[in-house]
């Protein structure tokens, strides 16, 4: 059976950076309140869903050396499309100039990892290189007069390229679940706002986060001192630190952005990702650990054997 490896890689963000201190101008909030229950310092707003993964997904082309014609599939990840119908992922192709299947996941904040095991699927039955992207605007859903999400969100999209291999894939372990009796902790109802249990959703990701990351440990037989970097879903910088106690990982050995993006959603663990990468962080050969929570409630954990 075919296996994958990552040989392109790509963010795109809005160019408009919004502030803690921004935000009090509107919102009853402040900088020290942000930053210490959150770790969230600014985040970048504006652009569209599609907008956002069009300038990513070409950028993982790029990297990649490859052209349009070179890819036969496009998976994006979002929770904030376009529209409801068509599905953002062929706005996606159509301006790329991709010829090819091309379809929207929805797991929330879980997407690039659900993303990323379905383009393994993809690949072990025959599709050749897949271009797969998160990308999310959650502000487009946002109550800007909420203080308890507006603090949190951002926009951004990130990008890889997936490629067939013969052989041993990359992609070691995977665990993906959801729980919809979960469904009220978070949702948006069409038409409307943000709405979210952010004391609950707090227990319940780092217990989710813990468990589906050992899980995905165990399967590819290895343990916590085999994880070169851990790509956690960047919800709140405190979820991520209790996470990494329980898990045993330094927080040294993690890809934090939370501080620069916030919340954007299937963005955020490939963001963390390029950020690392571009930083010198990921070495050919190491082992990654990508963890990812959100609405439904769902979550995933992947371990990745970079190839670079
Ligand atoms: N600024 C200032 N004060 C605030 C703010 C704010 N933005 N928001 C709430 N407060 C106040 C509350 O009113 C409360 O005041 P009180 O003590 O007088 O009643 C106090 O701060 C504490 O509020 P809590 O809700 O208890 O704060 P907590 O420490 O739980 O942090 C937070 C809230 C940041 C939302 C946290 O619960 C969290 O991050 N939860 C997880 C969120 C998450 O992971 N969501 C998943 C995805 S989100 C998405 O996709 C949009």
Partial sequence: MAGI?????????????VTNDD?????????AWIVER?????????GTTSGLAIEAGQK????????PADIDMVVLATTTPDAMVPGTATTVQNALGINGGAFDVNAACSGFVYGLVTAAGLAAVGARRILLIGSD?????????DRSIAV???DGAGAAVIETVEGESDLLSWNLNADGSLKHLLYCEHGGFLVMDGKEIFRKAVRVVVESAEKAMADAGLGVDDISLFVPHQANLRIIQAACQRLGISEEKSAIVIDRYGNTSSASIPLALVDAIDNG???PGDTLLLSGFGG???????????GG
């Fill in 60 to 67: 993982a082309l790029d990297k990649a050396g490859l052209t």
């Fill in 137 to 145: 605007t959650l502000t487009r859903i946002t109550d800007w007069d």
């Fill in 23 to 31: 935000l009090t101008a509107t919102l009853d909030t402040n900088d």
């Fill in 5 to 17: 490896k990552v040989t392109g890689w790509g963010i795109a963000v809005p160019e408009k950076v």
């Fill in 281 to 283: 962080r990921v070495k």
């Fill in 38 to 46: 959150t770790g969230i310092r600014e985040r970048r707003v504006g």
């Fill in 152 to 154: 949190l969100v951002g």
């Fill in 296 to 306: 439904g409630m769902t979550w995933a954990s992947a371990v990745l054997r970079w």
